[in-house]
């Protein structure tokens, strides 16, 4: 009897489903599935594990070894040709980007879906959960909250007004000889009246079409080291001058500051193959890089 | 039988694509009501309204175990409907691991759909989200969300409940979570005390000389931080509690307020918020003993002796004691506290007394469902 019942309840479920699904999938996509409108491929500087070397405040090297890096990705909007703006929303384009999720060649893929087509010029998104969303609603914070509860809510301060932890980077100093402090650990929120979310904008080099027949990809460089040594106008951070160390307000508003920085688009793919985003989720970044020069234009 | 009868009625809410139908499976109905003699809400009603089987979702939720590590313990493991939702007597809390208590006394869940931020140190903006800090700290449900969410998808029971309250597929998630509970604790207004019938004129509510006279000190000595119908500014004060040697890292409100998420305990004493805390209201006080945000005085007496200064225990003078308690005698020395005769005391003690709102207590919407 119980199983009657909840096999009439699964039928009755998925009836209602359909019957109440609006088919708002209007992307020309032919197959079954979620088509990717565009890949944004994040290619880090450095991977987990690697050796680099920051300054201190009082001007010593340091040599450390990057042991996380991870932020997180919301309010991604890309602008056509037309100059129109198009939002898509957190609860699909929201993501973490997490090193320890790389690829060999350092790359995170973020898939982008629900981009009507046509001609685009820019694409932003902000690093971090702005006050507006954070404080907002709370169906528009699925995802997100999801996103950042992975791993034993390595993304949440749960005792903060806004819970997100916008990015981390940590690293362990290898510099046994040094009297100054030790490891690296910069966590970036919203905390203490210091909002940390910036907003990152990056003009493609050429127009980027979005078509269902094709899903091309914005290959993205991540210089992590320029959150510390930013091309100007940034302001160098010591990186001992926020965080585990005592620091101060400005040394955190200028390393929040250089995380729009730190992206910069090396080219497009633009006519690389359709993908559906059902598909890259069972293989989840077991992709091989497919960085045949014939698909570049710088 | 029953059981079919609620299975009925969400399929009818399935089938009809998820319209408010009638909550036939209940014998009550909560709807929120604005005590008359109460401030605006803070509760975002837009976002996530209040309805009946949100509240019943809610209310499963909170007396549930599955939300701790191990299933060890439910929200009112600390928070007994009999102490208007606080732990029965306990100073501080034992969580999910044996002989590891919290650092805070547990509140009582009460008004909340009125208060500006939650805990003791307002560390949220959100009755929402407020819930992750319990579910998930250490010394108390030391649980991951994720392991909850697991768990809760595991129960066919649940499935059904989320998707009929929050009208989607696949409905079981985080967010879907805390406004369940969000429903549950913002319904839960305790408005009913013979003081609110008191100020109201209504029946039962007529005080005693005492407990007038009480009101009248009450009102002169306590009422600038105890202030309006929440009996609370909803500020966060240094009150003149001295730190707690065996709660070391205890920095009261100059946690949230750093910038640095990292900064020591050092760091934190020569902030102006060191060791700040909410002033709490005082409705149901007498049940929710015992008091301080470290629950440091079992009885109110002790409370009022503290404030009084004269006998032990005394106020501490940090820098940032609340200037509302340093006064100035007619010989120019300064006194801290607030002065009260033991007359007044026994007066303001019966007033307090008229806070005890029983049909909150005993109201068996929030009780555990059978």
Redesign the interface.
């Known amino acids: 009897m119980k199983n009657l019942?909840?096999w009439?309840?699964l039928a009755?479920?998925t009836?209602?489903?359909i019957?109440?699904n609006n088919d708002d999938d209007s992307m020309g996509n032919e197959n079954e599935g979620t088509h990717v409108s565009a890949v944004l491929k994040f290619e880090h500087s450095l991977g987990l594990g690697d050796e680099f070397t920051l300054t201190d405040s009082e001007d010593n090297q340091q040599n450390l070894e990057l042991t996380k890096f991870k932020f997180i990705v919301s309010d991604v909007k890309v602008t056509t040709t037309n100059d129109e703006v198009v939002a898509l929303s957190n609860n699909d384009a929201a993501e973490l980007i997490d090193l320890a999720n790389a690829d060999e060649t350092d790359v995170v893929r973020m898939y982008l879906t629900g981009i009507p087509e046509g001609s685009y010029k820019s694409i932003s998104f902000g690093v971090g959960v702005s006050q507006e969303v954070a404080?907002?609603?709370?169906?528009n914070?699925?995802k997100l909250?999801?996103l950042a509860?992975?791993d034993?809510?390595d993304m949440?301060?749960?005792?903060?007004?806004n819970?997100y932890i916008f990015s981390k980077i940590e690293a362990t100093n290898l510099d046994v000889t040094t009297t100054a402090p030790t490891n690296l650990?910069i966590?970036v929120?919203n905390?203490?009246?210091?909002d940390g979310f910036r907003t990152v904008e990056l003009i493609f080099p050429e127009t980027l079409t979005i078509a269902s027949k094709i899903s091309p990809s914005i290959h993205t460089n991540v210089s992590i080291e320029k959150l510390f040594t930013p091309d100007a106008p940034g302001i160098e951070v010591a990186y001992d001058a926020?965080?585990?160390?005592?620091?101060t307000?400005d040394a955190?508003i200028n390393f929040s500051d250089n995380y729009a920085n730190i992206f910069e688009i090396e080219h497009l793919h633009p006519n690389e193959a359709a993908i559906n985003l059902e598909d890259v989720e069972m293989d989840n970044h077991a992709h091989d890089d497919e960085d045949s020069e014939d698909s570049h234009s710088h | 039988m029953k059981y079919?009868t609620i299975?009925f009625v969400?399929?009818l809410v399935?089938?009809s694509?998820?319209q408010d139908e009638e909550e036939v499976y209940t014998d009550f109905e909560i709807s929120f009501e604005q005590p008359a003699n109460f401030p605006a809400t803070t509760y975002d009603f837009e976002?996530?309204p209040i309805t009946t089987d949100g509240f019943i979702l809610g209310r499963k939720l909170f007396y549930d175990n599955r939300l701790s590590l191990n299933n060890g313990i439910s929200c009112a493991e600390c928070h007994n409907q009999s102490h208007a939702f606080t732990h029965h007597g306990h100073d501080l809390s034992e969580g999910v691991h044996a002989g590891v208590v919290g650092t805070r006394n547990s509140q009582p869940i009460q008004n909340l759909a009125f208060l500006e931020?939650f805990?003791w140190?307002g560390?949220?903006?959100?009755l929402?989200?407020q819930p992750?800090?319990p579910i998930?700290?250490e010394v108390e449900m030391d649980e991951?969300?994720?392991n909850v969410i697991a768990k809760l998808k595991e129960d066919?029971v649940y499935q059904?409940l989320f998707?009929a309250v929050f009208q989607s597929?696949d409905a079981i998630?985080?967010?879907?979570l805390?406004?369940a509970l969000s429903q549950f604790m913002g319904a839960m207004v305790s408005s009913n005390s013979k003081y609110d019938k008191y100020v109201r004129g209504e029946v039962g509510g007529s005080f005693t000389d005492l407990e007038k006279e009480g009101l009248a000190l009450f009102q002169q000595k306590c009422a600038n931080c105890h202030s309006g119908e929440l009996f609370t500014n909803q500020e966060f004060i240094n009150n003149g509690i001295g730190e707690n040697s065996s709660l070391p890292d205890e920095t009261g409100r100059a946690?949230?307020?750093?910038?640095?998420?990292?900064?020591?305990v050092e760091?934190l004493k020569t902030r102006d918020d060191y060791y700040q805390f909410r002033v709490p209201s005082l409705r149901n006080v007498i049940k929710t003993y015992p008091y301080m945000h470290d629950g440091r005085f079992v009885m109110l007496s002790k409370v009022l002796d503290f404030y009084d200064d004269d006998t032990y225990p005394l106020i501490t003078k940090m820098d940032n004691l609340d200037s509302r308690l340093i006064q100035t005698n007619s010989n120019g020395e300064e006194i801290l506290g607030i002065p009260m005769t033991e007359g007044e005391k026994v007066a303001i003690l019966a007033f307090l007394e008229t806070l005890t709102d029983n049909e909150f207590i005993n109201d068996e919407r929030f009780a555990k469902p059978n």
Do not use: Y
């Open positions: 019942r909840k009439a309840f009755l479920t009836t209602a489903l019957s109440c404080s907002g609603s709370t169906e914070q699925i909250m999801e509860e992975q034993s809510e949440v301060w749960s005792w903060n007004p819970s650990q966590h929120g905390k203490g009246g210091v926020i965080g585990a160390h005592g620091g307000d955190s | 079919n299975l969400f399929l399935m089938v694509c998820g976002d996530n931020d805990t140190d560390a949220k903006e959100m929402f989200d992750l800090i998930t700290e991951t969300m994720e066919s059904e998707t597929e998630n985080s967010v879907n805390l406004n946690r949230i307020n750093s910038p640095n998420p990292f900064a020591t760091e």
